[in-house]
T-cell receptor, first 110, second 117 residues
Framework: DAKTTQPPSMDCAEGRAANLPCNHSTISGNEYVYWYRQIHSQGPQYIIHGLKNNETNEMASLIITEDRKSSTLILPHATLRDTAVYYCIVRVDQGGKLIFGQGTELSVKP | GAVVSQHPSRVICKSGTSVKIECRSLDFQATTMFWYRQFPKQSLMLMATSNEGSKATYEQGVEKDKFLINHASLTLSTLTVTSAHPEDSSFYIC???????FGYGYTFGSGTRLTVV
């Protein structure tokens, strides 16, 4: 079973920041938080991952709480092309299976 | 970046026939590949994990004799759906992990839409 909980759906206005929450209260010390997204009828795309520090790349920012029991993915300026299902996954860094939960369906609206 | 090519992108076959799906890592050596299945409006479900040169490890409930996985080289894994039936119609996706090329996440193929009629 997936070890994360996400809201099933969210809406965001184009140009605004999209903040997608994820709960992972049973995360282990050696498990990272990964975020992927899947645009309709395509394979998932890697976005970002982190262990305990906040991370930022060209796509998004990842904020992990100090107790590591939850995190937030931030898309700073959402566009219509960011409409997708976003998956939060926890796993050990090297190797290990990616087990997908239900994800959050993000709809970016004009 | 790391690229995984999956072929075909969509296939229609008759009930009772077999279908082979290929997954290739184009610019890295994939020591491990994963196969997923996704039904409409549902999340990805892991079917099996394959390591190059070894037998695949199947998830509970996945029939290994029906879904044959071969990972004979570091750049190619295949999934064969044998004696396909309409209930096997689904979106099949592969994912590859390897040495070098990337140290984070796994790279996914673009998926294969299988329709059994």
């Amino acid at each position: 079973d997936a070890k994360t909980t996400q809201p099933p759906s969210m809406d965001c206005a184009e140009g605004r920041a999209a903040n997608l929450p994820c709960n992972h209260s049973t995360i282990s010390g050696n498990e990272y938080v990964y975020w992927y997204r899947q645009i309709h009828s395509q394979g998932p795309q890697y976005i970002i991952h982190g262990l305990k520090n906040n991370e930022t790349n060209e796509m998004a920012s990842l904020i992990i709480t100090e107790d590591r029991k939850s995190s937030t993915l931030i898309l700073p300026h959402a566009t219509l092309r960011d409409t997708a299902v976003y998956y939060c996954i926890v796993r050990v860094d090297q190797g290990g299976k990616l087990i997908f939960g239900q994800g959050t369906e993000l709809s970016v609206k004009p | 970046g790391a690229v995984v090519s999956q072929h075909p992108s969509r296939v229609i076959c008759k009930s009772g026939t077999s279908v082979k799906i290929e997954c290739r890592s184009l610019d890295f050596q994939a020591t491990t590949m994963f196969w997923y299945r996704q039904f409409p409006k549902q999340s990805l479900m892991l079917m099996a994990t394959s390591n190059e040169g070894s037998k695949a490890t199947y998830e509970q409930g996945v029939e290994k004799d029906k879904f044959l996985i071969n990972h004979a080289s570091l750049t190619l894994s295949t999934l064969t759906v044998t004696s396909a039936h309409p209930e096997d119609s689904s979106f099949y996706i592969c994912s590859a992990a390897g040495t070098g090329g990337f140290g984070y996440g796994y790279t996914f193929g673009s998926g294969t839409r299988l329709t059994v009629v």
